[in-house]
């Protein structure tokens, strides 16, 4: 079956601007993560969802951050008046629950000039 | 100091050799000990999961937990070019199950 999948692959933005990255995870999954991955470094957890509710946002790094999952399913991680520290590999993960293993995405790069 | 210390490497070795990767964490409260690859512009697949203290096989994988010692290991037995990517350790636990730590990687080289 199909994987987690992530689009845009790679994101070019300028300084400033708004950016909406989206996820779709495996089918039937519950649970959906977000991690920030800086250059050189691991993954760094964002925010977890269980179904459309996000439960635990506590590793976005500003009020510039926003993630939804409306329907339980597709999730969008939106990044407003983007600075250049938020370049960086934006990973999404899903898993059919909490314990269970989670399966990441390919990612989406994020570069701001 | 973060949550979970591990070697960036890079750690280069020949084929066949038995390869050793560390993490260390400072939280006691850890239970659940994860170890993934990532392959370049690639996100992180499991490798091993286990569950507190004690050793964990599969395959050429063979998983370490201490957790008196705060020190977890992988260990890859007859290692291959194609093992050739970036380790993860990753740890959950305490208050807050729904957070994963990540070690910041340790790159492997395998040479032919």
């Known amino acids: 079956g199909a994987g987690v999948s992530q689009s845009p692959r790679y994101k070019v933005a300028k300084r400033g601007q708004d950016v909406a990255l989206r996820c779709d995870p495996i089918s039937g999954h519950v649970s959906l993560f977000w991690y920030q991955q800086a250059l050189g470094q691991g993954p760094e957890f964002l925010t977890y969802f269980q179904n459309e509710a996000q439960l635990d946002k506590s590793g976005l790094p500003s009020d510039r951050f926003f993630a939804e999952r409306p329907e339980g399913s597709v999730s969008t991680l939106k990044i407003q008046r983007t600075q250049q520290e938020d370049s960086a590999v934006y990973l999404c993960a899903s898993s059919y629950h909490l314990t269970d293993t989670q399966y990441f995405g390919p990612g989406t790069r994020l570069t701001v000039l | 100091q973060k949550e979970v210390e591990q070697d960036p490497g890079p750690l280069s070795v020949p084929e066949g050799a038995i390869v050793s990767l560390n993490c260390t964490y400072s939280n006691s409260a850890f239970q659940y000990f994860m170890w993934y690859r990532q392959y370049s512009r690639k996100g992180p697949e499991l490798l091993m999961y286990?569950?507190?203290?004690g050793n964990k096989e599969d395959g050429r994988f063979t998983a370490q937990v201490d957790k008196s010692s705060k020190y977890i290991s992988l260990f890859i037995r007859d290692s291959q070019p194609s093992d050739s990517a970036t380790y993860l350790c990753?740890?959950?636990?305490?208050?807050?199950?729904?957070?994963?730590?990540f070690g910041s990687g340790t790159k492997l080289n395998v040479k032919p």
């Open positions: 990753a740890m959950r636990g305490g208050d807050n199950f729904n957070k994963f730590y």
């Open positions: 286990t569950y507190s203290s």
